[in-house]
């Protein structure tokens, strides 16, 4: 795909490189991220009209540091260096780095010293966020100082006439409140770009390219109900019309009514060539008795497979596969934290599908930040309660139903987790909440009702607060509504009775049960 203006984003390993990314397409331009050590030849393809360098776990004079080619410096091209990327350009330029006696981290008071570019339209100080144990003691060649602090003399540096600039501070975190204006500054009156970044735009180039791409041919695509799924089926629809076929699987862990709200929006309101297929017994059959985890994923997992492969067959020739991957899954991130992760849960997915199909695939979100996606959906005209679902894992209820999978299981939980949800939206709650949903336990408990003695099941019910689903707080939901979404599953649920609330954080635990 290709856009106009690009602002590329040099990865040396922080933990904000994609916040950086993310507060320039706020600004309405389009951003990639990259390696630190991008060759030149292919910073130079990608015409960027600005370069961000990002921040990192490492010192510049460390034996190995990463760094960039340093002919970046005479491309022409504005650079901006956010903490150690200040740090690369003082060490490349001929300035000077050393490492401070106390690391400086937390709120910092700013005093700007140049207000003309980069702070333009700033006052005298202001609040930002510090995070670094080496700062720059001597500037380069031609360069001044824009900004200090108590501690750090130079916090902000430049030099004006080769558009190069450097900040010790973190503009792209939160707890700099006034950060996304010195990007502006930079994008608009640095950079000079014009700002042409929207979900519009977006769409416009999108559905171009997705003709290009496909050509006659026809694609097949995985409709799951969620937010990625269905803004992708959409793009592509929106592209080739009847040559996209999408195939929708209910595996019997599906929410409430969900088979039928994807008929009606999909098929009869959107007039789109869908396959609903109810698998729910083959999936309940292969996992009979399972109550392991990690082998409930991998189970459903191959059983989709299976089934697509099946149904994809049946349209006849195909040779694209649809996907609503996400920018987050692309970005190669480069990681200097070391040792391989351990995996805690492996994610369904349907990797491996592609390659088995010989298809090719056409993925129109990989460029796309979580919340963009969300405003294209809108811009397509996608009703605003898709746009705004909570996540629902690819296993479905059979993570949230701890201990085997059965029929009656997956029934009881829907009733209850429809009940969660309905009162959750109801107090206003549900757009302000990552997740809220009910989990199934593999206890019984005794209980009385009316004079008779109950011995039922127990449910949980799990809210959580959460940024990217990566960590995630309880939430703190007023006893009242608790108290109302426990009365209704006992009343209304037949063979529930008794309701706890999780009050774990992740971590130590995790979102899912399972
Ligand atoms: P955990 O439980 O790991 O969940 O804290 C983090 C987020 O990921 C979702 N999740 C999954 N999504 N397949 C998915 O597509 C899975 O196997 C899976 N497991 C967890 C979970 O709902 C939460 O939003």
Redo the contacts with the bound molecule.
């Keep these: 795909m290709s856009f106009e203006e690009l602002i590329l984003v040099l990865d040396f390993g922080s933990q904000y490189t994609q916040l950086i990314a993310r507060r320039i397409r706020e600004e309405k331009v389009f951003s990639v991220v990259k390696p630190y050590n991008l060759p030149l030849t292919q910073i130079k393809a990608l015409k960027p009209k600005g370069i961000i360098l990002s921040g990192s776990p490492c010192n510049v004079y460390q034996k190995d540091a990463p760094l960039p080619d340093p002919r970046i410096y005479s491309l022409r091209i504005p650079i901006l260096g956010i903490c150690y990327g200040l740090q690369v350009t003082s060490e490349l330029l001929g300035g000077s780095v050393k490492k401070v006696k106390h690391r400086e981290y937390g709120h910092a008071s700013l005093s700007i010293d140049l207000r003309d570019d980069l702070f333009f339209g700033f006052g005298r100080e202001m609040s930002c966020w510090m995070s670094h144990g080496d700062q720059v003691l001597s500037l380069p060649h031609g360069f001044e100082t824009i900004a200090h602090t108590s501690s750090s003399p130079i916090a902000g540096f430049r030099n004006k006439k080769l558009r190069l600039y450097g900040l010790q501070f973190h503009p792209e975190v939160t707890h700099t409140p006034a950060g996304h204006k010195i990007f502006k500054n930079f994008l608009y009156r640095i950079c000079g770009v014009r700002g042409k970044w929207t979900p519009k735009s977006f769409i416009h180039e999108t559905v171009k390219s997705i003709q290009n791409q496909i050509g006659k041919e026809r694609v097949v695509l995985g409709l799951s109900g969620g937010v990625d799924s269905s803004v992708a089926a959409t793009l592509v629809h929106r592209s080739i019309g009847s040559r996209l076929t999408c195939i929708f699987v209910d595996n019997g862990l599906l929410r409430l009514g969900e088979r039928e709200r994807v008929r009606r929006l999909f098929k009869k309101h959107l007039k789109m060539n869908i396959k609903i297929v109810d698998a729910s017994e083959r999936f309940l059959k292969a996992l009979k008795g399972v109550s392991d985890p990690e082998k409930k994923?991998k189970i459903i997992g191959k059983v989709f497979i299976q089934v697509f492969e099946d149904e994809a067959r049946r349209i006849g020739r195909v040779s694209f596969l649809g996907q609503g991957t996400l920018y987050p899954d692309v970005i190669e991130s480069v990681s200097f934290h070391g040792g391989p992760s351990v995996t805690?849960?492996?994610?369904?997915?349907v990797g491996g599908l592609p390659e088995r199909m010989k298809l090719k695939l056409v993925e129109p979100l990989r460029e796309l930040f979580k919340d963009e996606v969300r405003s294209v959906g809108m811009a397509l005209g996608l009703p605003k309660e898709l746009i705004n679902r909570q996540?629902?894992?690819?296993?479905g209820l059979a993570?949230r139903i701890l201990g085997p999978v059965t029929k009656t299981g997956c029934d009881l939980l829907r009733a209850v987790d429809f009940i969660v949800v309905e009162e959750i939206k109801k107090a206003g709650f549900y757009e302000k909440l990552?997740?809220s949903f009910a989990v199934l336990l593999p206890i019984k408990s005794v209980g009385v009702m009316g004079d008779e003695r109950t011995y039922e099941n127990v449910v949980a019910i799990r809210a959580v607060t959460s940024e990217d689903?990566m960590t995630?707080d309880w939430a703190k939901l007023p006893p009242q509504l608790l108290s109302k979404i426990s009365n209704r599953c006992i009343n209304e649920v037949r063979g529930v009775n008794r309701v706890c609330y999780d009050i774990s954080s992740?971590p130590p635990a995790?979102?899912?049960w399972e």
């Design positions: 994923r805690i849960k492996s994610h369904h997915n996540p629902f894992p690819g296993p993570v990552w997740q689903g995630a992740k995790t979102i899912e």
